[in-house]
Each structure stands twice: as structure tokens, then as C-alpha cells.
């Protein structure tokens, strides 16, 4: 079955604190693996998509890398104002474009 | 810019009513899906329009139903409303089926 996987469920880290978050995946044909960024009760932020194995993208103090079966959103000197839910998401080649989503990574950075 | 607006903001509708929540998409974007979020979970996927058609669908029952109309605008119906429909529901654009999806705030909806 098909399936994406976030870990952690939740990180507290201390303003500053570098650390990365994982969403490994079981698909088979990866045509994209999207982030989001998700506030309370709000809908989801995009912030990346990647495509292929050893492909980065980078915005702010966010940088996202993939390999063939997961990806890593690596956050550098994080603010409180990182705090937030971080979603990923995979389309495969035989989904017809649907998106299969992980249950998030909760960020909590303290001051 | 206008991003994806939806409405209403919240909703609280009882247990075998009928609701229909809508969504515009982003300017420039013609296909909408829509999705259900529980509270902890990722979105689940429930459908896609992309030319005024239903493309795909997640696995929701028929009380789940859409449409997308010229403007590329779009409802979701629910019928027979459970209690496990409360859900935070989200529309997305894209500029067809296969790119990044916009999203908008949500509808949070409550059935008691």
C-alpha cells in the first residue's frame, strides 16, 4: 500500500536550534513530493515541490532535499514564527494527479 | 491578487442535514480539489474538477458529491450529514491537475 510517513510527530526546539524534519515514502513513480506549511486552523501554505533524487530547494531559512524514498525539510536558526504544522505530500505516476499526504511534523520553537 | 477564497468560514449543521460549502480558486488556476482534514491528520483527498468534470476521487461515499462550474468555481455537497463529517474542509487550485496546489482557508465544519 502506498503510504507517507512524517517523524517526527512533534519537536520543540529552542530559537536558533537546527534540525531536520523527515517524510520518507513507499509510492513507486514519484512525480512530485510537495511541502506545506499549516497554521491553526487555516489551510495549507506551499512552500516546495521536488522532483528527482538530489534535487534541493531552498526559501529562507528552509532548505528541502530528496532521495529515492524520503525527504528532508532541514531548518536552520528557526524563529517562533517557523512554529507551525509542516505537511508533505506525494503524487505518483498512476494517481492521476491525486496526492497522498503524511499526518505532519508539529514545530514548536521557543523564544 | 485574490488567492482561494472559501465559504462560510464555519458551519454547524445537524446530524441527516444537507450542506454546500464553496470555493473560487486562484486567479489564472482551472482545476479545484477539494479535501477533508480531521484535527491531528493530513488532508484526505475527496475529488478533483478539472473542465467542469469530476477526474478523480478519493474514497468518499456518493453522499459526497461536486460540481465546477465555467468560471471554474466550485461546491461541495454533503447529504445525510454524520457526525463524523465534522471536518476542517479545504479547496485547492492548481493550473491543472498536476501542479502545486493553493489553498484556501477552509470551512470548519461541525455536525451534532
Known amino acids: 500500500e502506498d503510504q507517507v510517513t512524517q517523524s517526527p510527530e512533534a519537536l520543540r526546539l529552542q530559537e536558533g536550534e537546527s534540525s531536520s524534519l523527515n517524510c520518507s515514502y513507499t509510492?513507486?513513480?514519484?512525480?512530485?513530493l510537495f511541502w506545506y506549511r499549516q497554521d491553526p486552523g487555516k489551510g495549507p501554505e506551499f512552500l516546495f515541490t521536488?522532483?528527482?533524487?538530489?534535487e534541493e530547494k531552498e526559501k529562507e531559512r528552509l532548505k528541502a532535499t530528496l532521495t529515492k524514498k524520503e525527504s528532508f525539510l532541514h531548518i536552520t536558526a528557526p524563529k517562533p514564527e517557523d512554529s507551525a504544522t509542516y505537511l508533505c505530500?506525494?503524487?505518483?505516476?498512476?494517481?492521476?494527479?491525486?496526492?497522498?499526504w503524511g499526518a505532519g511534523t508539529k514545530l514548536i520553537i521557543k523564544p | 491578487d485574490a488567492g482561494v477564497t472559501q465559504s462560510p468560514t464555519h458551519l454547524i449543521k445537524t446530524r441527516g442535514q444537507q450542506v454546500t460549502l464553496r470555493c473560487s480558486p486562484k486567479?489564472?488556476?482551472?482545476?479545484v480539489s477539494w479535501y477533508q482534514q480531521a484535527l491531528g491528520q493530513g488532508p484526505q483527498f475527496i475529488f478533483q474538477?478539472?473542465?467542469?468534470?469530476?477526474?478523480q476521487r478519493g474514497n468518499f461515499p456518493d453522499r459526497f458529491s461536486g460540481h465546477q462550474f465555467p468560471n471554474y468555481s466550485s461546491e461541495l455537497n454533503v447529504n445525510a450529514l454524520l457526525l463524523g463529517d465534522s471536518a476542517l474542509y479545504l479547496c485547492?487550485?492548481?493550473?491543472?491537475?498536476?501542479?502545486?496546489?493553493?489553498f484556501g482557508p477552509g470551512t470548519r465544519l461541525t455536525v451534532t
Open positions: 505530500a506525494v503524487q505518483w505516476r498512476d494517481s492521476n494527479y491525486q496526492l497522498i
Open positions: 521536488l522532483y528527482s533524487a538530489g
Open positions: 486567479s489564472g488556476h482551472d482545476t
Open positions: 509510492v513507486s513513480g514519484l512525480r512530485g
Open positions: 474538477y478539472y473542465e467542469e468534470e469530476e477526474r
Open positions: 485547492a487550485s492548481s493550473t491543472g491537475p498536476s501542479y502545486e496546489q493553493y
